[in-house]
């Protein structure tokens, strides 16, 4: 199926079963414990040996000598891979880093060999007798110290242009009568998902199949094939679940190639799980960012000017952080200039973690709003309503395909109670809490991709959805059974939604904010071929063919849609592909975020007393799942604001907080009640069921509001995150 013009009206628009509250139909499997993970298949290989990464001790250099007779002698070892067996090793399409390290090392941790051994206790006991002789390079690990010498990175697949300029921003800069110009400190940020990356790996002559948790199924085959060399289609994958992903797992990475290779090598199905601190210095990440923004704006509060520059590093080969991606459609300003520089760092490679480059891009320009509201004596919210457009800044003839931004701020405003925020930084008390407010923009693209589906109709009317889609916990189970229900007119009991095979029919999978929308346009294109078989079968000649209530009526006629399958199950398999509306249209989902703190007069210490986003994501498929996404992220945005960094040992080149008892997240004693609220609309450019994604528009923007609550309590500006109460507490109001 083709969608190349918006939708007209379609058969999700009755929104008997989409559009309505339910709760995830696979929970009952997770709350009771019988959802099974990557690391739990037994099963599937009950004769499965255990693989123990052996990470680089070093932070850059070489491997002179590995010694490995002590750890072979010992108990249970079956193999020891290292890169002199390993095989040729390439790389995959989307991640620049090496799985395996050999004769060089690229970064701390990066792995150094893998022990097979019959349990996973004798693989790490092995793993230790290992003597590996280093030879110490000169690493770069301090982004600051690299950053003058950064040049603009060249052109990415992902992320916009990273040398964008549209008008003469510095002449215009220069004459506006009200400016700010400022830095701002992203630090490295973790992934922190609960569930490890693990895999369990096994060939059958050479045909390998592998549970894993691994987001996007066709990344992921394709990006293992060509690690381990071996062909797209000898491979499959299952992630049915997954605990926890965030970009993290969004393809193939150590535990899933290291697991095939060490398989391969022991001749033994091989299960890897990485231990925490592998997960922090061996996997990717969200890379630290120093970001400038300078704004430029007549005493009305208009933007005449929008300069975002911002800096990050990566291994060779590695990506920027797209901080100004959303600079670029946030807000009105004829002038702007917006650029990237990369530096070459040797540390773990930075890159996808929830909304990259909106989340932390937002971090700092939503700050700087703030700053030029206070320098322009006018209200934060006004001066973002005063700034709002409905077109592309840079081409103009370009229209939002739906932007309720005004009515975001509005709506959000009136709800949180807007109107009794004190202007004056410091002024609000309640016992010995300096209390403030503060408020932020939210951005996110909603890209929608090619995806495919199969759906099955069984003798007993059951329907059947087969797709590769994943779910990371966003509710992707329960939206693919709604979108099949709401088609061919059953109830969600009577669907069974099959995910996370890569035999199944292709979809991006979960990353992007695309997964949810283009999953659920290619089970409504199955589903519309499965409708029109079905038609055929019974023998309606005509288009007006309803489905609903379990039966299939037309011209009069009635029958159950069972009927059709009582000669054998009736099978349809279809793929959504889009034109070029996403070319015509700037398609986006857009929001707002409120936050209200209290900041210990005595000590500098930051609560959050309570948050509220308003979102517009086009039509919401499912209200529970939605605002699960939602109020998900608004929390991992309360670590971003107030603890999330992971700390660079800048002589040696490591992540020093490589656990969870280092790197801080926030628990339930750190989140208060969370309001979620969706702004009523569809996107008819989007799909046939008008839906965007939501997920990482919950994330974008809510650290911003924290720090800008932050300073309306404090009157001190932090702009380098996370908002600790060091860098607050000199500068709190003298206790009376």
Not at 72 to 101: C, D, M, W
Not at 341 to 357: C, I, K, Q, T, V
Not at 703 to 722: K, W
Request: glycine share 10%; proline share 5%; with cysteine.
């Amino acid at each position: 199926m083709k969608f190349d013009t918006p939708a007209g009206t379609t058969p999700i628009d009755r929104l008997t079963v989409v559009g309505r509250a339910h709760t995830r139909v696979e929970g009952p499997l997770k709350t009771t414990g019988t959802a099974r993970y990557a690391a739990e298949h037994h099963d599937f290989a009950p004769d499965a040996a255990h693989g123990y990464i052996l990470g680089a001790a070093i932070g850059k250099g070489r491997i002179d000598r590995i010694d490995t007779a002590a750890a072979h002698a010992a108990p249970g070892v079956r193999a020891i891979v290292t890169y002199e067996n390993s095989g040729p090793i390439g790389k995959g399409e989307f991640y620049t880093q090496r799985i395996l390290a050999g004769p060089m090392v690229d970064h701390y941790h990066q792995a150094v060999a893998v022990v097979v051994a019959d349990t996973f206790e004798q693989a790490r006991a092995a793993a230790s007798l290992i003597r590996v002789t280093y030879a110490r390079g000169k690493g770069r690990f301090d982004l600051a110290a690299q950053k003058s010498s950064a040049p603009i990175a060249p052109e990415e697949p992902f992320g916009g242009s990273t040398n964008a300029s549209v008008g003469n921003f510095a002449s215009a800069f220069a004459s506006a009568p009200v400016k700010v110009d400022e830095s701002y400190t992203v630090p490295d940020q973790a992934h922190a998902m609960m569930e490890p990356h693990a895999s369990i790996a096994r060939w059958d002559g050479d045909k390998l199949t592998c549970w894993t948790s691994i987001q996007a199924m066709n990344w992921g085959c394709r990006d293992l094939g060509l690690i381990i060399g071996t062909p797209k289609e000898n491979i499959r994958l299952h992630s049915p679940f997954i605990g926890g992903g965030f970009g993290g797992k969004g393809t193939t990475q150590s535990d899933l190639a290291l697991a095939a290779i060490a398989a391969r090598v022991s001749g033994r199905p091989v299960k890897v799980v990485l231990q925490r601190p592998l997960m922090f210095n061996n996997t990717i990440h969200r890379p630290k960012t120093i970001q400038r923004v300078r704004l430029g704006a007549g005493k009305d509060g208009r933007l005449v000017a929008i300069g975002h520059d911002s800096w990050s590093g990566n291994l060779a080969g590695g990506r920027t952080e797209p901080t100004n991606l959303p600079t670029q459609l946030m807000y009105a300003g004829e002038n702007r200039q917006l650029r990237r520089y990369l530096s070459p760092l040797d540390l773990a490679e930075g890159n996808a973690m929830r909304a990259p480059g909106e989340a932390p891009g937002m971090m700092a320009l939503e700050v700087a709003m703030d700053e030029l509201a206070e320098k322009l004596e006018m209200d934060p919210v006004a001066l973002r309503i005063a700034n709002d457009t409905q077109v592309d800044p840079s081409k103009p003839e370009r229209k939002f395909s739906t932007r309720p931004f005004v009515q975001c701020l509005k709506e959000g405003a009136d709800r949180f109670g807007w109107n009794a925020r004190v202007a004056k930084p410091g002024s609000r008390r309640e016992g010995k809490w300096l209390i403030g407010m503060g408020v932020a923009s939210a951005i996110r693209g909603a890209p929608i991709m090619k995806a495919g589906a199969r759906v099955r109709l069984g003798k007993d009317g059951h329907v059947t959805v087969e797709t590769d889609m994943t779910d990371i916990g966003q509710g992707s189970y329960t939206i693919v059974a709604q979108t099949a229900a709401e088609m061919m007119g059953v109830p969600l009991e009577r669907v069974t939604a099959k995910l996370g095979d890569s035999t199944f029919p292709e979809t991006p999978g979960s990353g992007g904010q695309a997964g949810a929308a283009s999953a659920t346009a290619g089970v409504y294109a199955a589903c519309a071929k499965l409708r029109e078989l079905v038609a055929q079968r019974m023998g309606f000649n005509t288009t007006d063919v309803t489905f609903a209530d379990g039966r299939v009526s037309s011209a009069g006629r009635s029958v159950p849609l069972a009927d059709a399958a009582r000669d054998g199950e009736i099978v349809a398999e279809d793929v959504m592909e889009f034109g070029d509306l996403n070319k015509e249209y700037a398609q986006q989902t857009v929001g707002a975020h409120f936050a209200e703190v209290g900041v210990d007069a005595y000590t500098g210490a930051v609560r959050v007393r309570r948050m509220l986003a308003v979102c517009a994501a086009g039509r919401i498929l499912n209200p529970i799942t939605a605002r699960s996404q939602v109020i998900g992220g608004m929390t991992m945005g309360i670590g971003a604001a107030l603890m999330e960094e992971m700390a660079v040992d800048t002589r040696f080149g490591f992540f020093v907080n490589h656990d969870l008892a280092g790197y801080e997240v926030p628990v339930h004693a750190d989140v208060p009640h969370l309001e979620a609220h969706f702004i009523d609309e569809v996107d008819a450019t989007m799909s046939p069921l008008k839906a965007k994604g939501v997920g990482e528009l919950g994330l974008v923007g809510v650290a911003p509001a924290i720090a800008n609550a932050v300073y309306n309590a404090t009157g001190v500006r932090v702009r380098e995150y996370p908002v600790t109460l060091d860098k607050h507490f000199a500068g709190l109001p003298e206790i009376a």
